[in-house]
Structures are given as structure tokens and as C-alpha cells.
T-cell receptor
């Protein structure tokens, strides 16, 4: 059972470049979300989805796009990377049926030069 | 605004010592989750508390939710180097229902 898989683990971008962080889960969870983690700021919610075809904004959505075409996948797109987007990104899926627990990927460390 | 305040921000303890981390909310909580993050890794679920006065334990870690459901504490007994990491509390933001948010975290270092 793979759980939540994020790729890539590390990425370096130049300002203005675009990229997609991939996230896949095999637990059939309807709820998926993306967070960014910065020193002293904890984890901040970027976007989330309560099911295929449904997405919504979190606390810090600017500069990021998401889509949810399947239950399994929830990619995060940076359209024009900025140095302020240098961060560690975490994808999570949530078991809302039983415990409410969030299951996290291992994180993607992004550096924008 | 940050609605979950954690204290202390960081903690350095000698192995074998007990410690407590606090998580305070400005609003009533309807479920409070504790997670641990080892440095450079993802988050691992520890415990969830739902009822006022509830207390749960797992190995040497005990978490409590106060009667008013606005404050939770995480207590580690006889700390070990394996307890080192970042501890985060999290909860659902009731105004939106579907947003799960976290406190700022407490960084724990255990000196052997």
C-alpha cells in the first residue's frame, strides 16, 4: 500500500518557469489537499479538493493552480515561479469516513532562483 | 490569522526528562489532531481528541483536550532521542468546514 506519493522530491527552478508537482493516493480518499511549509509559518493550506471535479482555495492560493480529474490524482501547478514560492510542499489525502486523519506524502522541496 | 497557537516554539531537553507542548485555540474545537514530523520528512498522525476532557496515550505520549475544548496538551514522559522532531496540532476550520489548518509547530530536540 503506497499511500500518498509525491514527485519530484527536489526541484530547482528559475524565476518565471512553470512546473507541476504530482500527487497520487491509492486509498480512495475523496479529500486531497496541498500545503506549503515555511520556517516559522507551520503548514499553510494552498488548495484542496473534496472530490473529482471539485477544487477550492485555501489560505495561500495565489500563484498556484490545481485540478482533480480523478480520485487518485491531485497535481499542483506553478504557472510562473517566483522566489517567494521557495518552500517545502506537502500533499495530503484525508480519511473523512472514519478517523478524519490526514495522510501525507514525503514532501517536495522547491527552490526558485 | 493563525487560530491555533502552539507553545513553546522550540524545546531542548535532556534525554529522560518529561515535557509538555500546548496548543490553544481562540474558538471551540470539534476535533484536535496531533502530528509529528521528523526533520525533512512528512507528517505522521499521533492522536485525535474530540470530547472535552478526553485523554489518549500512545507509548510515552499522552494528549489531553480540556473541558472547554479550546486547549490541548501533549505530554512526553521520559523523552528519548526518537521523540525529536516537530510536533503540530491541527483542526478543522468550522467557518469553511473543509479546511484543515495547523498550528505553527513546536520543534523538539532531545539531547542524549
Amino acid at each position: 500500500n503506497a499511500g500518498v506519493t509525491q514527485t519530484p522530491k527536489f526541484q530547482v527552478l528559475k524565476t518565471g518557469q512553470s512546473m507541476t508537482l504530482q500527487c497520487a493516493q491509492d486509498m480512495n480518499h475523496e479529500y486531497m489537499s496541498w500545503y506549503r511549509q515555511d520556517p516559522g509559518m507551520g503548514l499553510r493550506l494552498i488548495h484542496y479538493s473534496v472530490g473529482a471535479g471539485i477544487t477550492d482555495q485555501g489560505e495561500v492560493p495565489n500563484g498556484y493552480n490545481v485540478s482533480r480529474s480523478t480520485t487518485e490524482d491531485f497535481p499542483l501547478r506553478l504557472l510562473s515561479a517566483a522566489p517567494s514560492q521557495t518552500s517545502v510542499y506537502f500533499c495530503a489525502s484525508r480519511d473523512r469516513v472514519t478517523t478524519g486523519e490526514l495522510f501525507f506524502g514525503e514532501g517536495s522541496r522547491l527552490t526558485v532562483l | 490569522s493563525q487560530e491555533l497557537e502552539q507553545s513553546p516554539q522550540s524545546l531542548i531537553v535532556q534525554e529522560g526528562k518529561n515535557l509538555t507542548i500546548n496548543c490553544t485555540s481562540s474558538k471551540t474545537l470539534y476535533g484536535l489532531y496531533w502530528y509529528k514530523q521528523k526533520y525533512g520528512e512528512g507528517l505522521i498522525f499521533l492522536m485525535m481528541l474530540q470530547k472535552g476532557g478526553e485523554e489518549k496515550s500512545h507509548e510515552k505520549i499522552t494528549a489531553k483536550l480540556d473541558e472547554k475544548k479550546q486547549q490541548s496538551s501533549l505530554h512526553i514522559t521520559a523523552s528519548q532521542p526518537s521523540h525529536a522532531g516537530i510536533y503540530l496540532c491541527g483542526a478543522d476550520r468550522l467557518s469553511t468546514g473543509n479546511q484543515f489548518y495547523f498550528g505553527t509547530g513546536t520543534s523538539l530536540t532531545v539531547i542524549p
